[in-house]
Structure formats: C-alpha cells, structure tokens
C-alpha cells in the first residue's frame, strides 16, 4: 500500500469514501482532489471522476499532484479554486452528506471568512469509550478537530501560509512559540486560554473573521490514524448498515 487514503475500510478504499460523502453533498458543486498518486493526469483519479460523474451529472472533479505537506498540498490548489471551498481529509472515512451540508450551513449563516470544525471531546468520550482522540483544552472546555474547514475569503489563504509556516517548525519548538505567541502558549499551557480569545486574537491578527461550527456528531471528529482507528471505524460502519 503506497498511501493510507487508499487502505480498505469495510471493503472501500477510505478516499472513496469520503469522494462518496462529497458527491452526495447538497453544498458541494466542485470536488478537487490532492493525491495520492504522483502522476498529473493519474488513471485511477480519471476514474474516480467518472463515477463521480455518473452518480452526480454536472459534478466536476480535478485533480492535483500532492505536495511534501498537507498544508503545501492545500497551498498548491487554493489559488486555482472558487470560493467558498470546504478543506477536509482523505482519512475522514465517516464524513456523511448530512456533516458536510451542517458544517457548510453553520459557516455561511455565520458570515465567516474561515470556519473551523470543532467537537465537543464529552460527546466523542461518551459515543466512544477508550478511543484516544486529540483533544484541544480550552477555558470553554476540550474539543476534538473534524478534519472540516470553509475558506469563505481570499485572504483565508493567509492563515494556510502561516499553516505552513508552523509545519515546517514542527520540531522547532522555539521557532514554533515565537511564530504563534509565547502568550498563546503559556495561556495554553496554563489552561487559562479560551477558545473565543484565540478566535479573536487569530481574526485580529490575519484581518479575518475566523469562527468555529460545533458540531454534535461525534463520529464528525473521527478519522482513522491507527489499527485501532481502523476496528473503530468498521464497527460504525457495520451500525450504519445494520441500521439501514
């Protein structure tokens, strides 16, 4: 296996899956897909588009060679794109039609320029006991990321340079502070930083409104990083088609 988007999940490679997820989507009119494979004009991609096509006439699917990075890989096709565009993972095997249209609704009655998804980590905790999610402390409470976020703005391009910035200092830790604001980090650190401080002193400092969706599904904040990503994410698949 040459790239993690194309591992099976429940017999599907998980990229399918979430291309699935896209074409059913009402808020979706464009999907534009970064990788995997090297090649500019890929079979398997032109494929992938065809069957797009043919469950969605009227759906235009492109695709991108993939960058050294994520943020290098959105970077690279931003610029080429219409606005609004909605950014997620290949990795999120259990994105639905009903996420995707709930987060987008949120983001344009909200008036954002750049929205991010958040879930609430208790209600993660509680759908899936013992399931290691990252969870990000805030003054408000923890919350676990959804892979999701609307670029509404042009100059939402700004925030993913500065993306790029941080991943390029990942393992430069002083590099890292100075670039976010050691005041960030020791508030942080200190569990004294509130998510509505950081949604403005971020808006303050890229000139954008920046805002967060809260989203109440939690399989929104599961993708699928380890083997036990993987068990956990077929047992709410087979629920799904138990359900059905």
Same mark, same amino acid.
């Given at each position: 296996?040459?790239?993690?988007?194309?591992a099976?999940?429940?017999g $599907?490679?998980?990229?399918?899956?979430v @291309?699935?997820?896209?074409?059913?989507s009402? =808020? +979706?009119?464009?999907?534009?897909?970064?990788g995997p494979?090297?090649?500019?004009?890929?079979?398997?991609a032109?494929?992938?588009?065809?069957? @797009?096509h $043919?469950a969605?006439?009227?759906?235009?699917?492109t695709?991108?060679?993939?960058?050294?990075s994520p943020?290098?890989?959105?970077a690279?096709? !931003?610029?080429?794109?219409?606005?609004p565009?909605? !950014?997620t993972?290949?990795?999120?095997?259990?994105?639905?039609?009903? +996420? +995707?249209? =709930?987060?987008?609704?949120?983001a *344009?009655?909200?008036q /954002? &320029?750049?929205?991010? #998804? !958040?879930?609430?980590?208790?209600?993660?905790?509680?759908a899936?006991?013992?399931?290691?999610?990252?969870?990000?402390?805030?003054?408000?409470?923890a919350?676990?990321?959804a892979?999701?976020?609307?670029? %509404?703005? =042009?100059?939402?391009?700004?925030?993913?340079?500065?993306w790029? $910035?941080?991943? &390029?200092?990942?393992?430069?830790?002083?590099?890292?502070a %100075?670039?976010? #604001?050691?005041g960030i980090?020791?508030?942080?650190?200190?569990?004294?930083?509130?998510?509505?401080?950081? !949604?403005? %002193?971020?808006?303050a400092?890229?000139?954008?409104? +920046?805002g967060?969706?809260?989203?109440?599904?939690?399989?929104?904040?599961v993708?699928? &990083? *380890?083997l036990?990503? /993987?068990?956990l994410?077929?047992?709410? /698949?087979?629920r %799904?088609?138990?359900?059905c």
């Open positions: 296996m040459t790239h993690k988007a194309l099976p999940v429940a $599907q490679p998980m990229l399918e899956r @291309l699935g997820a896209l074409q059913a009402q =808020a +979706i009119a464009h999907v534009a897909l970064c494979w090297d090649s500019p004009h890929p079979p398997q032109d494929a992938l588009a065809q069957r @797009l $043919q969605r006439p009227g759906l235009a699917c695709y991108w060679v993939p960058q050294a943020a290098r890989s959105a690279a096709c !931003l610029g080429h794109l219409t606005l565009i909605l !950014l993972t290949a990795d999120h095997a259990l994105l639905t039609p009903a +996420i +995707i249209d =709930a987060f987008c609704a949120s *344009s009655h909200g /954002l &320029d750049l929205a991010v #998804g !958040l879930v609430p980590h208790e209600r993660v905790a509680s899936f006991p013992g399931s290691k999610r990252t969870r990000l402390r805030f003054a408000e409470g919350f676990c990321g892979n999701l976020f609307a670029l %509404r703005h =042009a100059h939402a391009s700004r925030v993913v340079a500065f790029q $910035q941080l991943e &390029d200092a990942r393992k430069q830790p002083f590099t890292m %100075r670039r976010l #604001g050691p980090l020791l508030s942080y650190a200190l569990g004294r930083l509130s998510l509505a401080g950081l !949604l403005h %002193r971020l808006s400092r890229f000139a954008l409104r +920046i967060v969706v809260v989203l109440n599904e939690p399989e929104a904040a993708d699928v &990083d *380890s036990a990503d /993987l068990m994410v077929e047992q709410c /698949l087979a %799904r088609a138990a359900a």
